[in-house]
């Protein structure tokens, strides 16, 4: 097994030089996205486990569409946050 470099050198290109490895500042930056990004997806979680667990087991359809309309709602949740276009990285 070839031993790995732990001392952050990169080997440059033909092998001959080595130059530290100098991370962005924005690389260490955590972006969490907003709170009703998060509501909404937890929304959606929720209601595909609803539908899921309804089916097992045998279909119990009132249950399976209060999970659809759970899922539902979240994604319009999302879609009027917009969510994917304010949260995106």
């Known amino acids: 097994m070839a031993e790995q470099a732990t001392t952050g050198i990169v080997e440059g290109p033909g ?3 080595a130059q530290p490895v100098v991370s962005a500042a924005h690389d260490s930056e955590h972006f969490g996205g907003r709170g009703i990004s ?3 997806t937890g929304i959606v979680c ?4 609803i ?3 309804a089916f097992v087991p045998h279909p ?7 999970g ?4 539902i709602v979240g994604c319009l949740i999302l879609a009027f946050a917009k969510t994917m276009s304010e949260d995106w990285y």
């Open 38 to 40: 998060w509501a909404g």
């Open 68 to 71: 659809a309309a759970l899922a």
């Open 60 to 66: 119990i359809w009132w249950a399976f569409w209060l």
């Open 46 to 49: 929720v209601g595909f486990i």
């Open 15 to 17: 092998g001959t030089a």
């Open 51 to 53: 539908g899921g667990v």
